[in-house]
């Protein structure tokens, strides 16, 4: 177990704790500033953990991306390969993994300079893709995603040193709080939560489904929401929502008739590279965490 420069442990004790973050929000940068990248909503960023950009795909685009989800949806070959995730309860696709390497429809927007710049200023410097997913969150049966910080997993089972890292989560429905749109605690990224427990084998084969360790307790959870609050990323389809890799978030289930489907595309720093699992487990799957396929994307891909 790889533990003696570990400055975020977690799931190595009986006990959660508290870990204030040492990494910057926003690193430094050689380029200004992005087009669609305000100072209002840096400091955004910067503050809460997550900023929402309304419309940065239009309407062809968003259709032709649904197109393409559901062909997927549908796919039975998709439905039963290794990088699909099905509900535990109907057996309907919940997510795919590595859609920028095995889909077409999606590998040039997950390049798309509209937000590879911004996650290139954010993160300082020339960037990878750690992971891709699309999100299905069905009507009537859409499970929840519970609580969790993206960082503390990666960290544990995956070996990723710092946090220098995001998501970008492109809406191809309209997200909203009725059907499971995805819910933050604004500022908790600066707060790092060592969970309790110890990660079990083959985690990811269940965790994926539902996720039971690597979560914070309720008492953890209350901590936060006290401190700072719940907000909800509701947004119209074609907006994009950025968020810190240790901002806490989750979404309820969807039982209303409007499916909410995203796409989440991660980016990592090329300095900040996974090594060898914190949790002293054998690494996940190429397909979860890009280990050995690391492809810089350079400047407007």
Same mark, same amino acid.
């Given at each position: 177990m790889n533990l003696s420069n570990d400055c975020y442990p977690s799931r *190595?004790?009986?006990?959660?704790?508290?870990?204030?973050?040492?990494?910057?929000?926003i690193y430094p940068s050689d380029e200004g500033p992005p087009e669609h990248l305000s100072n209002s909503?840096?400091?955004?960023?910067?503050?809460?953990?997550?900023?929402?950009?309304?419309?940065?795909?239009?309407a062809q685009e968003v259709a032709t991306f649904l197109e393409t989800a559901e062909y997927m949806r549908r796919n039975t070959d998709?439905? #039963?390969?290794?990088?699909?995730?099905?509900?535990?309860?109907?057996?309907?696709?919940?997510s795919v993994f590595q859609i920028h390497e095995n889909h077409s429809g999606f590998s040039e *927007?997950?390049?798309?300079?509209?937000? #590879?710049?911004?996650?290139?200023?954010?993160?300082?410097?020339?960037?990878?893709?750690?992971?891709?997913?699309?999100?299905?969150?069905?009507?009537?049966?859409?499970?929840?995603?519970?609580?969790?910080?993206?960082?503390? #997993?990666?960290? *544990?089972?995956?070996?990723?040193?710092?946090?220098?890292?995001?998501s970008c989560s492109i809406l191809l429905t309209d997200n909203d709080a009725r059907n499971g749109a995805l819910m933050l605690f604004p500022g908790s990224h600066q707060e790092f939560i060592s969970c309790a427990g110890e990660t079990p084998d083959n985690h990811y084969l269940n965790s994926l489904k539902k996720q039971e360790y690597g979560v914070p307790s309720d008492q953890g959870l209350s901590y936060l929401a006290d401190k700072y609050?719940?907000?909800?990323?509701?947004?119209?389809?074609?907006?994009v929502l950025f968020f810190d890799c240790n901002t806490m978030h989750g979404s309820n289930s969807n039982i209303t008739p409007f499916p909410r489907n995203n796409l989440f595309i991660v980016y990592n720093h090329v300095d900040n590279?996974?090594?060898?699992?914190?949790?002293?487990?054998?690494?996940?799957?190429?397909?979860?965490?890009?280990?050995?396929?690391?492809?810089?994307?350079?400047?407007?891909?």
């Open positions: *190595v004790s009986s006990r959660e704790k508290i870990i204030r973050r040492t990494a910057p929000v909503l840096l400091q955004q960023y910067l503050e809460k953990g997550y900023m929402l950009i309304p419309d940065l795909f239009n998709i439905l #039963t390969s290794p990088q699909a995730i099905t509900e535990i309860s109907s057996g309907e696709l919940r *927007v997950a390049c798309d300079s509209r937000i #590879t710049d911004i996650a290139r200023f954010i993160l300082g410097g020339s960037i990878y893709i750690h992971q891709s997913r699309l999100n299905l969150k069905p009507c009537f049966r859409g499970q929840e995603f519970y609580w969790h910080s993206d960082f503390e #997993t990666w960290h *544990v089972e995956d070996g990723m040193p710092d946090m220098r890292a995001l609050g719940i907000d909800c990323a509701e947004a119209r389809a074609g907006s590279q996974v090594g060898e699992p914190f949790c002293g487990k054998p690494p996940r799957p190429e397909f979860i965490c890009s280990r050995q396929n690391i492809k810089p994307i350079n400047m407007n891909q």
